[in-house]
């Protein structure tokens, strides 16, 4: 869907924690916390408090009130989304509940777009999150099991990324966006999650680009989220296989952390992860014109806890949203 009206983006934020404080991209963050439990009792408080941290300097940037917000999309890795559930408490904002695991924020973001665009709200939020222990705990084992990890896992972000959009303001601008479909190639292993998303992050890229007849080479960058170092090699290779070079490829798990120095396996992951580095990163560059047009495209994979160990298979889903400087 192109809009004829890009909405503009208002303001964002970005909030992270220790580790994210160690990382490249830090600089760029609002706020990083080397207190992961951020003051709280649980790891489950302590990811609602930073995701109300970071919705409160998105709102506070953005010029906008809190009472000017006619819908906010959030999600997160908990069940039921717990920490959007919790952090919504307080804002006395209608909510609108999303799960679509890492690719929450990149469909958050394209619902917030369509809403305004389309005229049915003039200021419109997008905002997820994740943290490391929370996910631990949920999908795999207690930090105080002290597993092994695998090379191929990735490290769940502990960080929160919320964007504020408008129908009238500056750059950058949501020009258009394409929803995914789920996408599922009998992927089982859930320490491999960038080989289960590739495969939805390729169908989401091709549809875009058959029904737009655009190219890789028309964007300065196409953000993947979060692939990682596994998932992005299978990417590229899939897509090349369709006669599509990716030259100007970037994973935001691959961007977040440092490989060689941080011990983050395949790369970073999570909700929280795309989010972060899409308003620590990649929006500031628009913003400031460094960059002019990119591809922010987000990938999830679809599995719970339960369907691990029923042995299922994973599904995959990619959402993307093309960015712009100029309007």
């Known amino acids: 869907m192109f809009f004829d009206r890009p909405p503009s983006v208002l303001g964002f934020a970005a909030v992270g924690g220790k580790r994210e404080s160690e990382g490249p991209l830090a600089d760029g963050f609002d706020l990083l916390e080397t207190d992961t439990t951020f003051g709280e009792k649980s790891w489950e408080r302590a990811e609602s408090k930073m995701q109300a941290i970071c919705a409160d300097l998105a709102i506070q940037k953005s010029g906008t009130k ?18 959007s559930n919790y952090t919504l408490r307080n804002l006395d904002v209608p909510f609108a509940g999303l799960y679509n695991a890492c690719a929450t924020m990149a469909e958050g973001l394209a619902l917030a777009s369509c809403f305004v665009a389309g005229g049915l709200a003039q200021r419109t939020m997008a905002l997820t999150s994740s943290h490391f222990c929370a996910a631990e705990r949920q999908f795999r084992f207690p930090l105080e099991y002290g597993g092994k990890r ?12 919320g964007v504020v959009l408008g129908d009238a303001g500056g750059p950058p601008y949501v020009r258009a966006v394409t929803f995914g479909r789920v996408i599922d190639y009998g992927i089982r292993d859930i320490n491999n999650m960038g080989a289960a998303m590739a495969p939805a992050a390729v169908s989401t890229l091709l ?6 007849g655009e190219k890789p080479e028309d964007f300065d960058r196409i953000f ?13 290779e899939l897509c090349k296989r369709e006669g599509v070079l990716l030259n100007n490829h970037e ?3 691959l961007l ?11 790369g970073g992951s999570g909700a ?5 580095v899409l308003c620590s990163h990649i929006l500031p560059r628009l913003r400031e014109g460094k960059l002019r047009r990119v591809l922010f495209l987000a990938t999830g994979a679809l599995m719970s806890p339960t369907t691990t160990l029923q042995k299922e298979s994973i599904p995959g889903v990619a959402h993307l949203v093309l960015l712009e400087s100029e309007k």
């Open 207 to 212: 549809t875009f680009f058959k029904d737009s």
């Open 256 to 266: 977040l952390y440092d490989r060689g120095k941080q011990e983050v396996g395949a």
């Open 272 to 276: 929280g992860c795309s989010a972060a």
């Open 150 to 161: 695998t090379p191929t896992s990735q490290w769940t972000a502990t960080a929160s990324g």
């Open 66 to 83: 809190v009472e000017q917000l006619d819908l906010l999309f959030a999600g997160d890795l908990e069940n039921q989304c717990t920490a």
């Open 224 to 236: 993947t989220g979060d692939l990682g170092m596994v998932g992005s090699a299978l990417m590229e």
């Open 251 to 253: 994973d935001c798990g």
